[in-house]
């Protein structure tokens, strides 16, 4: 890690990947010290499948890192050859990002958890995010209240194998309980949902989750413009929709659909966002009723919720 902090200063590379487990000093505090001093695009590439390790690496993505991937089977493992051009794609898209000096970090307290309720319209935020999210998405979550009345259902999307880890990590700064979502399940106010790997999540009018397995070739996955459909189509103007930082445009055509119905509906501004695709997107075809950073978003959300109460 110590190696890593000199090499960025005297290379000042496109793009680092960054281990977590190393002598000395350890992935985790050379990313924080990389973004605080001589800020460099870093993707993590972690060689645990714990769940608990995992969520470990999120903190790497706190401190400033962009994104996590799982590192590559050895050469003449079946997936070898998948698992090192993902890892090539995401770091060639890494080194495109244009990153900053990362801020002090700040601690929540989360207050005590409120008692749950089977979900009535209007009891619905949807959010979604890709590159940029994880941050974006602390900074709103542990700025809500333990009796927020709505429930919250996240896409974010990242590379397969994390997203048990990152509802872990959610879970340690969020008043309210994080779990991944499940087919079929009733959606409960004041919980949040993580749309889980490999299947494109929606909300029924019933407030039931149905899944859909991805088929690999229509796009991300889960998709955002999925989830946001869905609830347009069962909630409509009822509903919250956030959009945040990230790659592309999944989700943007939706979000308008969302506040032309109605809806209330946020995006990211640029100055705030890793990535302003996604909310620039967003912007740009008129579907965000409010433009802020996730700072600010979190109070609006507590009290468009609670007057919609």
Known sequence: GEEAIEAARRLRPDVITMDIHMPRMNGLEATRRIMETDPRPIVIVSGSHDPRE??????AIEAGALAVMHRPEGIGHEDHEQGAHALVRTVKAMAEVRVVRRWARREGE?????????????????IGASTGGPPALHAILAAL???FPAAIVVVQHMAPGFVGGFAQWLSQFCPLPVQLAAHGETVVAGRVYIAPDGFHTAVAESARFVMTRCDGNDGPCPSVSHLFQSVADAFGRDAIAVLL??????GAQELRELREKGAATFAQDEASSVVHGMPGEAIRLDAAKYVLPPAEIAPVLVALANRKR
Not at 54 to 59: D, G, H, L, S
Not at 110 to 125: D, F, K, M, N, Y
Not at 245 to 250: C, E, L
């Open 245 to 250: 930082s990230g790659m592309g445009r999944d």
């Open 110 to 126: 989360a207050g005590r958890r409120r008692v749950e309720a089977p979900l009535t319209a209007p009891g619905i935020v949807a």
């Open 145 to 147: 209240p333990a009796d």
């Open 54 to 59: 995992v969520a470990t690496t999120f903190e």
